[in-house]
C-alpha cells in the first residue's frame, strides 16, 4: 500500500505571509516538489511559494504549468509587471472571486446610494474626517484628487526634492525623473499586495468604487487608503538618498514596511468594514457553490493548536 510521506497541503493564512518578491530573468519551475527559480547559468533558488502572498514577474522571467499549478494551489498570485514592476500587465488569480462576495460588491457599487456611503467612508479613513455633506460621487472624487496634488509637494520639501508632478510614460521606463520612478516602483508594490488580498477575500479587483472602468478600480481604492502612510514615504525618502539602485531601494523598503506595519493583516478586514458601510445585506452563499481550494482538515485541537 502507498503512503504518503509528506504531511497534506495546508494554506498559510494571508495575514501570516511574506508581503511580495520581485522576480526576472529565470525560469519558474516545479523541481523535487520544491518551488524554484532556474537563472541561465542553471542556478536554482528556491522560493517559499506558500509562504509569499504574491510574485511580481518582471521582464526576463517564463513560467511553467506546474508552477503555475502549485501557485494556485497554495494561494499565491502571480503577476506579471514592467521593468521595476511600473506596469502591471497581468495576474493569475487564486481561486478567483467567489460568486456570493462578488454579488454583494457589484451590488453596493451599482446602487447609488449605497456607491456614495462607500465612497465617503473610504474618504473619512483617508483623510481622517468626515467627508464634506450633500456632495456627489464626482465632488468627492475632486476635493479627494485635489488634496491629494497638494500631498506631494509637502513630502517634497520635506525631504529637499522638486516635485514637478505625477509625470512619466509607462512605455518608457527612463522618462521619467528620479522621484517619478521611485513613486511608481512603490505604487506598483501596494497595488500587487492590495490585488492578492482582494482576490484572497473572494472580491473582484475590477468593481470598484471611487475608480470605475478599468481592470484593477477596485485595487486602486483599497492601495489609496493606506498609500501616503506606506510607500509614498518610502519613494520620497529613497530619492532623497540618490541611491545607485533606487528601484530596488525602494522594493526593500516596502517589503520591511509592510512587514512593520502588519499590512496583509490588517487589508483584508478594512475592505470589509469599507463594503459593510454600504448598508446592503450580503447574500448568502449559493449552495452549489465551490469550496475553497485547501480545506482544512477538522481537527480534536482548539483554535490555539497548530495541526
Known sequence: MTEHLLPPLKPIAMKERISLLFLEKGELDVLDGAF????????????????????????????????AVLASRVGCLLIWVGEAGVRLYAAGQPGGARSDKLLYQAKLALDDEARLKVIRKMYTMRFKEEAPARRSVEQLRGIEGARVRKLYPMLAQRYGLEWKGRDYDPANWQSGDLLNRCVSSATACLYGISEAAILAAGYAPAIGFIHTGKPLSFVYDIAD????????PIAFQVAAQKHPDPERAVRLGCRDSFRQTKLLERIIPMIEEVLASGELTPPPPHEEAVPIAIPNPESIGDAGHRG
Open 36 to 67: 524554484v527559480l532556474v537563472d541561465s547559468a542553471g542556478v536554482r533558488t528556491h522560493i517559499p511559494v506558500g509562504s509569499v502572498a504574491c510574485l511580481m514577474l518582471e521582464p526576463g522571467s517564463r513560467v511553467s504549468h506546474a508552477a
Open 225 to 232: 487608503l493606506f498609500k501616503f502612510d506606506t510607500v509614498i
